[in-house]
């Protein structure tokens, strides 16, 4: 079998490096940074302009026919970086809806707000319209329920939501009476919820308090679990993108920084923390593209995958930043240096969709239901 990415994809990924390159450098995400949204329009639009927002979007509907595993050859590019955009939770948005309408759940014409689930999922895929994964890891913190007449309707709060503020569609895993299920909600100036403070600067934050918010009904408890997987899927590339550049840069500056008359690189310590974060670097880019397969294909593994891969990716991307700012000292301790910047980006990450500890508990009960069931584990 060859796990190397094919011609199409390294292309992919090498005409994202160059356009982000260009656009995104660290000192154009510090300016955006430093403004109110938190948003880079400009690179949205070259972003949208590039179809990289329709990436799963099929090719007759002007999308590039591609899937999972593209997506996150996107998303490392993206945590690389550290692009002040929508990108992840738009096209899970995009893609929520599609599948949706693909399985039969609701009709293409069926109502969000004041716009059907297909013009949503043009306007998405085309970057004309923001979304966002509202999820908390207390099940109990988010509820929809049904009135007589059959229209949902949801309740609670949700962990934090990148974009939130921003966003124009919001995708909801809510608790039922019936169990977990997937909901699409509309927002608009009247009820979008303000940007919080947070440590991460790069990205808009915000809490949404879904009071007795009208919602339509995606799927059911399987919907909800395939969207889990695609967004710890993506958060794990996205840990990933950061974590080479973290690499990247310690490994320059342990080159560069003299100390006792020696390059601080030729010191054992230091060797072997670069070793160290290496081995983490390159397990995080094996479980993270053996997830993209295997939720892209609707692999029986896909939930198995995606959950290793969020607990490796979250661990191993905690040990990355903790050795590079150990290695840069000092220095990577400052405002001025960029360091700080990746390792609040990778911290929040850690946590989207479930930290690593909530993905162990998943996986471990994903594993249970197999044994039972007389299936191997492994």
């Not at 948003?39 to 026919?65: K, P, T």
């Not at 004041?114 to 913190?141: F, K, M, N, P, Q």
């Not at 919820?193 to 915000?206: K, N, W």
């Not at 889990?228 to 973290?246: I, K, N, Q, V, Y």
């Amino acid at each position: 079998m060859d796990f190397e990415l094919s011609d199409d994809q390294i292309a992919l990924r090498e005409a994202a490096a160059a356009l982000l390159g260009g656009r995104c450098s660290i000192g154009r995400v510090r300016e955006v940074a430093a403004g109110a949204s938190h948003f880079d329009d400009a690179l949205w639009n070259a972003m949208a302009d590039q179809g990289w927002l329709a990436v799963e979007r099929s090719e007759s509907e002007g999308g590039l026919g591609l899937g999972m595993v593209e997506v996150v050859v996107l998303c490392e590019e993206l945590g690389r970086h550290l692009a002040p955009v929508p990108f992840l939770g738009t096209v899970l948005c995009a893609g929520a809806l599609q599948r949706a309408v693909g399985a039969g759940e609701v009709s293409d014409d069926a109502l969000v707000g004041e716009r059907s689930v297909g013009e949503w999922a043009r306007r998405l895929s085309s970057g004309e319209t923001i979304g966002a994964i509202a999820w908390s890891a207390d099940r109990a913190a988010l509820s929809a329920r049904r009135d007589v007449g059959g229209e949902w309707s949801l309740a609670g709060r949700s962990d934090p939501v990148v974009y939130g503020a921003l966003a124009d569609l919001v995708v909801v895993l809510a608790e039922t009476s019936e169990g977990s299920a997937l909901f699409a909600m509309a927002q608009d100036a009247s009820i979008r919820p303000g940007a919080e403070p947070a440590m991460d600067i790069t990205r808009s934050l915000a809490w949404l308090d879904l009071d007795d918010r009208p919602a339509l009904r995606l799927g059911a408890a399987q919907a909800a679990d395939q969207l889990l997987d695609r967004a710890a899927t993506g958060a794990s590339a996205e840990m990933l993108g950061a974590a080479e550049w973290a690499l990247e840069a310690t490994v320059s500056y342990a080159k560069d920084r003299v100390q006792f008359g020696r390059p601080i690189g030729s010191f054992q310590a230091v060797k072997h923390r670069c070793a160290d974060m290496l081995v983490d670097v390159e397990g995080m880019r094996s479980s993270a593209y053996y997830a993209g397969w295997a939720v892209g294909a609707d692999d029986p593994e896909a939930q198995s995958a995606a959950s290793a891969a969020k607990v490796w990716c979250s661990d191993a991307a905690g040990r990355v930043m903790a050795s590079a700012l150990q290695v840069h000292g000092g220095i990577g301790f400052t405002w001025e240096h960029d360091m700080h910047l990746f390792l609040k980006r990778s911290q929040l990450d850690q946590m989207s969709f479930g930290g690593a500890a909530f993905h162990r508990e998943r996986l471990a009960r994903t594993l249970r239901r197999r044994a039972e069931a007389g299936l191997p584990v492994l």
